[in-house]
């Protein structure tokens, strides 16, 4: 009789007992580590063939400096391809995707590493609520970062590379300059320097000297006519304001401001998005309205510049007003035919209780620090870019700055000369202590991230 009972709660225990496959399946040290960080959430896993991919969020101070008065969740994905990869910090400068996607940087790819990709605080929904404003600064934003690297240190002991394009080219020289120790080396991608706010005559030498002297002229004669044509411009302007459900009453204020700054924006936005070859594209001077219109709308768009489109970008235009500066053009060839000659600036895009002073001390600070004392960073610009007139001069420490040919604002280490691209490559990997056959090894087939926004003036 025992030994019946015995038997019998043994073949219990065993029923009861989880499979060995499944105990292994349970077992996951990458999930275990990423839970183990103090105030991280993972939200979301997608498996890919080489790499896991997850959506985060980690909880930040909403002010570095009072920690204990306010937090927030800042969103961040991690492409995890090996835990002894080198890592790869990365930033648009602006938000995540509403839905993130598994993407990566060409640092990434170049290093078959692993890849964090932040996004900037008060870029919705990393935004404190309620939110002070005077607490996104580049010191918030750049200790957000510290911390996040700080903490995936605990799983990533490789070598750790920072990268951004354009604004978040920008959000990675700053990060560097107040965390020097937190990554092995910067690629900057497009990344301006307004080193001087109203100091802007370089900007108007690139428009001068860009392309060709018949591009130029037909941009210029685009913008003088339509700014003749304003009386029946902008009733169009209106009108599709209203179909589409767009209004100026929070930022610019009226259709007849938004008109003009988007009319302004218009060569801008050819040379950054667009090339010498699309200078036929450009309408001549007996376009009809039509025409013009059209094309201005695909250059530029009439959509940007109303209160649903700029809603999204205030943290930039608030961090241009208060600390990164904005590029302010004389506009020559237009005199006589602007109603508003102050509006080019970083405030006329912010409701009237975001509009700020500037403070030019961060950026001569920066600047300063990279010309001097900064170490391993690569800064790569486009040759037509607009955004590359005014460029960051790096230190003689282990740092270089590469131009790619006849390339706009989506330059980047492929579209150097075959010479440049072989050496920023090099340096890249020698920085982040990989070889050819390592990167080779853990490559994977995935989008490439440029890093950049849409089709509008921003950088």
């Known amino acids: 009789m025992k030994t019946r009972v015995v038997a019998a709660l043994a073949s219990l225990l065993v029923v009861l007992s989880p499979a060995p496959a499944a105990h292994a399946a349970a077992d996951d040290p990458l999930l275990d580590q990423l839970h183990a960080i103090p105030g991280l959430t993972v939200v979301s896993e997608t498996p890919g063939t080489g790499y896991r991919f997850f959506v985060l969020t ?26 002894d990869a080198p890592v790869v910090l990365s930033t648009s400068g602006y938000g995540l995707a509403a839905t993130p996607r598994p993407g990566q940087t060409e640092p990434t790819a170049i290093l078959g590493g692993n890849q964090i990709s932040v996004e900037h605080r008060f870029f919705t929904p990393s935004r404190p609520a309620p939110a002070d404003w005077s607490d996104l600064t580049i010191w918030q934003e750049a200790t957000d970062e510290h911390r996040i690297v700080t903490a995936f240190k605990s799983i990533y002991a490789a070598k750790w590379i920072q990268t951004g394009a354009s604004k978040g080219g920008m959000t990675s020289v700053y990060h560097r300059r107040f965390y020097p120790g ?45 700014l003749k044509r304003r009386d029946r411009l902008v009733p169009r302007v209106a009108a599709t304001a209203a179909d589409q459900g767009w209004t100026f009453t929070n930022t610019l204020g009226t259709a007849d ?21 699309d200078c036929a594209s450009v309408p001549a001077t007996t376009a009809t309205d039509d025409e013009l219109y059209a094309w201005i709308d695909g250059v530029a768009g009439w959509s940007f510049y109303t209160d649903q489109s700029l809603e999204y970008y205030f943290p930039y235009y608030f961090q241009a007003a208060s600390q990164l500066g904005w590029p302010s053009l004389k506009f020559e060839h237009l005199r006589g035919l602007r109603h508003y000659p102050g509006l080019y600036t970083a405030n006329a895009s912010l409701p009237a209780s975001l509009r700020r002073p500037h403070n030019p001390l961060p950026m001569i600070d920066v600047d300063l620090w990279v010309r001097t004392s900064a170490q391993r960073m690569l800064f790569i610009y486009g040759e037509n870019d607009p955004w590359g007139a005014e460029r960051f001069t790096p230190s003689k420490h282990d740092s270089a700055l590469y131009v790619a040919p006849a390339t706009n604002h989506g330059a980047n280490i492929a579209r150097l000369s075959p010479a440049d691209s072989a050496a920023a490559t090099a340096t890249l990997k020698r920085w982040a202590g990989v070889t050819t056959t390592a990167a080779a090894q853990r490559s994977a087939p995935l989008p490439l991230d440029t890093m950049l926004e849409g089709r509008h003036r921003l950088p």
């Open 182 to 226: 937190d990554v092995d080396g910067v690629v900057a991608y497009v990344a301006p320097d307004d080193v001087i706010n109203p100091e802007d005559r370089a900007y108007d030498k690139f428009f001068d000297t860009v392309g060709t002297p018949t591009c130029r002229l037909a941009l210029d004669n685009v913008q003088r006519e339509a």
């Open 58 to 83: 980690y909880r930040q101070p909403a002010d570095h400096r009072h920690p204990g008065q306010g937090s927030y969740e800042q969103r961040l994905t991690l492409l995890h391809r090996s835990s």
């Open 257 to 277: 401001r938004s008109f003009e700054m988007t009319v302004l924006d218009t060569a801008w936005a050819f040379w950054q998005y667009s090339t010498l070859a």
